[in-house]
C-alpha cells in the first residue's frame, strides 16, 4: 500500500448556507428603520447588534451574506474599517451603508470609488430605506456584479523545486493572516500533489470544467471544489497519465471568473513550461511568482523564465523564491545572489525532515514548521496586502484592484 493511500485524510468541512440579507445596527432605532423600510422587500430582516467591527469579527468565521448591510456610526476610521471588512467578505457581496456623514464626496467616495453600492446618512426614514436600499436587496438572488479577485501564479522554474509545496502553504498562509476567502488551483492535471499535501481528495470536476466550460456554473464549483478550511477552497485533479485531455481556450477563463467571484484571491500553482492554457492563466495573473532550487541550473533557468514571462500579455510583477537554501551540495546564498544579480524576494530554507513528513501525512507543512511560516510570512503580506498601513486604501480598494486582472 503506498504511503499517500495509507496517511489519514482530513475531512472538508461541510460549506455552510450562505444567507441572502444579514444587517448590523448600531442603536435600536436604526434597526426599527430598517426593519420597517425592508418590511415589503423581505418576510424577516436578520439584524445583529454593533457596528462595522461587529461585522468583521462576525464575518471572520462566517460565510459572507449576498447582502450585507453595516452602520459606521461611531467609527472614527470609517474607510479603514470599510478596507478591513473587504478582507473577510467574499468579493460578490453587494454592500449597504448607513452612517452619520452627510456631505456629497464622502457619499461619492464609497459609492463610485470605493466599491459600496448605496450609503443612506442619517437619520434614516422607512421611505428612504425603502427607495434606496429595497431595489437591491429585491434584487438580491440576482448575480451581484462582478469586482473580480487578484490571480497569484506559482510555478518552478523547472520540475522539482518545491513549487507546489510554496504554492499550498501560501495560499493557507494567506487565508489564516488575512481571514479572507483563498481559492487555490492545481493545474497539474496529472500527478498533481496539492490535494495529497492537504490530505484531501479531489474529483473529476477540473478536468470536466476545462473541457466543457459550458456546463460550468457556480453550483457547479461548489461540488467540484473541496474545502481545505472554512477560508480555503481547492480545485484539483487526478488524472492518470495517459488521460487524453483537451481544456477549450474558454474553458479558463470561465473557471478562473467563477473562483474570483467566489474568492478574494486565486492562488493558481501551474506546471512548468507552460502551455498554451497555462501562459492565458500568466497574462491574468496579478502577481506571478517563480519558484527556483539552490543550484545553478536554477539561476540560469530563472532567467529564462523571467523572459519568457516578458513576453506575456499583463504586467504581474514577478516574485523569486528561493526554495532549500543551505542544503547539502548546493551553493550557498551569496553565490545565488551573484549569479542571480540580486537576492531574491523570499528565500525559504532547507527542511529536509518537516517537508517530506508532512506531505506523506497530508498535513500542511505549515501547522507544524515555524521556520516555513516565518521564510512565507513576506510573501504572505505580498499577496495578501495585509500590510501595516492598508487601512489608507479605500474599501474594496483590493479588489477593485484586481478588476480586469
Not at 426599527?32 to 418576510?43: M, N, Q, Y
Not at 456610526?73 to 474599517?81: K, Q
Not at 456623514?101 to 425603502?130: C, M, N, W
Not at 495573473?285 to 500579455?313: E, F, N, T, Y
Request: hydrophobic share 45%; with cysteine.
Amino acid at each position: 500500500m503506498a504511503i499517500a493511500d495509507a496517511a489519514p485524510r482530513a475531512t472538508a468541512p461541510a460549506m455552510p448556507e450562505r444567507v441572502a440579507l444579514l444587517a448590523f445596527a448600531t442603536d435600536d432605532e436604526t434597526e426599527a428603520t430598517l426593519r420597517a423600510g425592508l418590511s415589503d422587500t423581505v418576510e424577516a430582516m436578520p439584524v445583529r447588534r454593533g457596528g462595522i467591527r461587529a461585522a468583521i469579527r462576525a464575518l471572520e468565521r462566517e460565510r459572507t451574506p449576498r447582502v450585507l448591510v453595516v452602520d459606521l456610526c461611531g467609527e472614527g476610521d470609517p474607510i479603514g474599517a470599510l478596507d478591513a471588512l473587504a478582507a473577510v467578505c467574499e468579493p460578490d457581496v453587494t454592500l449597504l451603508v448607513t452612517g452619520e456623514q452627510s456631505d456629497i464626496g464622502f457619499y461619492r467616495d464609497l459609492t463610485r470609488d470605493l466599491g459600496v453600492a448605496e450609503y443612506l446618512h442619517k437619520p434614516l426614514t422607512r421611505e428612504s430605506v425603502a427607495r434606496v436600499f429595497g431595489p437591491r436587496v429585491a434584487g438580491m438572488a440576482e448575480a451581484p456584479a462582478h469586482r473580480g479577485s487578484r490571480i497569484v501564479t506559482v510555478c518552478g522554474v523547472r520540475g522539482g523545486v518545491g513549487a507546489t509545496t510554496i504554492a499550498v502553504n501560501l495560499a493557507l498562509q494567506v487565508a489564516e493572516t488575512t481571514h479572507g476567502h483563498v481559492g487555490l488551483l492545481d493545474l497539474h492535471l496529472r500527478g498533481g500533489t496539492a490535494a495529497m499535501m492537504l490530505g484531501l481528495r479531489c474529483s473529476a470536476g477540473l478536468r470536466v470544467a476545462l473541457e466543457n466550460p459550458d456546463r460550468v456554473d457556480a453550483l457547479f464549483l461548489e461540488r467540484a471544489s473541496v474545502l481545505a478550511s472554512d477560508r480555503l477552497r481547492l480545485l484539483a485533479a487526478d488524472e492518470p497519465p495517459e488521460a487524453e485531455i483537451a481544456p477549450k481556450p474558454e474553458g479558463v477563463t470561465r473557471l478562473l471568473d467563477l473562483l474570483r467571484a467566489r474568492c478574494s484571491i486565486v492562488v493558481v500553482d501551474l506546471p512548468y513550461p507552460p502551455g498554451p492554457m497555462e501562459r492565458q492563466v500568466l497574462s491574468l495573473a496579478r502577481q506571478r511568482v517563480l519558484v527556483l532550487g539552490p543550484d545553478l541550473a536554477g539561476a540560469r533557468d530563472l532567467v529564462a523564465a523571467r523572459k519568457l514571462l516578458a513576453g506575456l500579455q499583463g504586467n504581474g510583477p514577478v516574485l523569486t523564491v528561493l526554495n532549500r537554501a543551505g542544503a547539502p551540495g548546493t551553493l550557498p546564498l551569496n553565490m545565488m545572489q551573484e549569479g542571480l544579480g540580486g537576492l531574491p524576494d523570499v528565500v525559504v530554507p532547507d527542511l529536509p525532515k518537516q517537508l517530506p513528513r508532512a506531505a506523506n501525512l497530508g498535513r500542511p507543512a505549515l501547522h507544524d514548521s515555524a521556520a516555513l511560516r516565518k521564510a512565507l510570512a513576506p510573501l504572505a503580506l505580498e499577496v495578501g496586502g495585509t500590510r501595516p498601513h492598508a487601512a489608507s486604501r479605500s474599501w474594496l480598494g483590493r479588489l477593485r484592484e484586481r478588476i480586469g486582472r
